[in-house]
């Protein structure tokens, strides 16, 4: 079956940054986009960007341009998502899913909390 | 950019009820529209894709409509479980949108 499985709960300095994992499994994974999305405490769900793990092309909200970076490695099926220049605004559950006709699996998500 | 909106935020309903969410882009995305279902402390769980494809092993009780600019959730029978809120996001084009969240609690 399908499984994203996200790296564990961050906490970290503002001005820090954060790098969140997504390893891919019961699937190609360079076959499908893998997409970020944010909920901070008590918020809606805010989209960051995606990645074509095939290609390493990405696309970011402009929100996030020049302070977030996705990549992956295709070689262990991993997906990642960095956010540098970190502030308390970016305390968040961060999620990564799979694009297929929108998203149709979610990793469990990953608290970050910034905090000084 | 796209914007959604999304309404109600919230309402309260009983079991049995006939509930109904709606989402307004704007501007015309075709019919590439999901619906998302998200509890307390879980990931989003998709319900719907493209408008109006109910996802495999949804119950039938929910249903989407819409193309273009205006769509609609629909749960025909609200069950206990389905206290939550719900999202719909337009991946027409990027950024992708999600609407502002409609939290169906009990009345």
């Known amino acids: 079956q399908v499984l994203l499985v996200q790296s564990g709960a961050e906490v970290k300095k503002p001005g820090a940054s954060v790098k969140v994992s997504c390893e891919a499994s019961?699937?190609?994974?360079?076959?499908?986009?893998i997409h970020w999305v944010r909920q901070a405490p008590g918020q809606g769900l805010e989209w960051m960007g995606r990645?074509?793990?095939?290609?390493?092309?990405?696309n970011y909200a402009q929100k996030f341009q020049g302070r977030v970076t996705m990549t992956r490695d295709t070689s262990i099926s991993t997906a990642y998502m960095e956010l540098s220049s970190l502030n308390s605004d970016d305390t968040a559950i961060y999620y990564c899913?799979?694009?297929?006709?929108?998203?149709?699996?979610w990793g469990q998500g990953t608290l970050v909390t910034v905090s000084s | 950019d796209i914007q959604m909106t999304q309404s109600p935020s919230s309402l309260s309903a009983s079991v049995g009820d006939r509930v109904t969410i709606t989402c307004r882009a704007s501007?015309?995305?075709?019919?590439?529209l999901g619906w998302y279902q998200q509890k307390p402390g879980k990931a989003p769980k998709r319900l719907i894709y493209?408008?109006?494809s109910l996802q495999s092993g949804v119950p039938s009780r929910f249903s989407g409509s819409g193309s273009g600019t205006e769509f609609t959730l629909t749960i025909s029978s609200l069950q206990p479980e389905d206290f939550a809120t719900y999202y719909c996001?337009?991946?027409?084009?990027?950024?992708?949108?999600f609407g502002q969240g409609t939290k169906v609690e009990i009345k």
């Open positions: 899913a799979r694009d297929y006709v929108s998203v149709d699996y």
């Open positions: 019961g699937y190609t994974f360079t076959a499908f986009y």
């Open positions: 990645i074509n793990p095939n290609s390493g092309i990405t």
């Open positions: 501007q015309g995305i075709r019919n590439d």
């Open positions: 493209a408008a109006s």
């Open positions: 996001l337009q991946h027409n084009s990027y950024p992708w949108m």
